[in-house]
């Protein structure tokens, strides 16, 4: 049975909500490998499954979206940047991670994730496409099946719910925005490239030339692009293919990316996912 504060009155250390698959769960992971000297407890929340939709985790946050950070009984910080900002020492966050880290948010990624460009993409994409389609309905039956639910929490799956139907379906469901969302991260990664040709080999982060809070949120970004079969946007670009070669051989790297890839089965030096 739901009780709204099953969770939140066991929070002693802090504890993150994540789950593998997803892009901004292993950018505040690494960050907690790379920053954080204490243990966190994970809990992983299976996208697959909808168990972000449900009570318990919709009470914990609202957005019903991972990571969520709980920091203590009183405080949850959600959004990955928030929770990378509360982990980093104040010094390691810099004008130019901020920059940096920004433009990483506003990254097109679940339109490129979910979305298709053309027919046999499509036929790739069925269960992905099968899973965002159905969490509308998932919300709408947990609605109808918990009357006991605060006024609060049904006004965020109402407003959850208005959301998926609406430009989050369009701009995945429309092949021309989703290739327009390439082209943007194209751009991006063009960007990148002349940033880091700016450096001196060999590259060891993307910003200043060491490995900083900035990369923890671009190396997720990389792999989620290796995965959908992208992989040429990353090599044809020497100076970013060095980073990225760079990266995959930090401890970090190896812990946050421990699943074996679905794109490149078959390659044991492949870590994307
Ligand atoms: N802006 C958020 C984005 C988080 C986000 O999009 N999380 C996805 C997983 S990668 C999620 O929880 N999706 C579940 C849903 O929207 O139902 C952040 O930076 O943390």
Not at 66 to 73: A, D, E, Q, R, W
Request: a neutral charge.
């Amino acid at each position: 049975m739901y009780s709204e504060h099953k969770f939140l009155r066991l929070a002693k250390k802090m504890e993150l909500y994540y789950f593998w698959k997803s892009e901004y769960s292993s950018m505040v992971r690494l960050v907690l490998l790379e920053f954080y000297s204490h243990t966190v407890t994970l809990h992983e929340v299976d996208l697959t499954k909808h168990e972000q939709l449900q009570p318990f985790f919709c009470h914990i946050n609202p957005s019903m979206q991972i990571p969520t950070l709980v920091v203590s009984s009183s405080k949850v910080i959600t959004e990955s940047v928030n929770i990378s900002k509360y982990i980093v020492p104040k010094n390691g966050w810099t004008d130019k991670a901020e920059e940096m880290i920004q433009r990483i948010a506003a990254l097109p990624m679940y339109q490129i994730t979910y979305g298709y460009t053309d027919e046999p993409e499509l036929k790739k994409k069925q269960f992905l496409q099968t899973l965002f389609k159905e969490r509308p309905t998932v919300m709408k039956n947990i609605l109808l099946s918990n009357s006991s639910l605060s006024e609060d929490m049904k006004q965020n799956y109402a407003n959850r719910i208005r959301i998926y139907e609406t430009e989050m379906i369009e701009q995945m469901s429309d092949p021309v925005i989703v290739q327009h969302c390439w082209k943007k991260i194209d751009e991006f990664l063009v960007w990148l490239e002349q940033q880091l040709s700016k450096l001196e080999d060999p590259i060891l982060g993307v910003i200043e030339n060491q490995f900083s809070v900035a990369d923890c949120h671009l190396i997720p970004i990389v792999a989620r692009i290796i995965s959908l079969e992208r992989e040429h946007l990353i090599s044809q670009k020497p100076k970013l293919y060095q980073w990225w070669k760079q990266m995959q051989k930090r401890d970090s790297f190896r812990k946050v990316f421990d699943k074996k890839c679905e794109t490149h089965p078959n390659d044991s030096n492949c870590f994307c996912k």
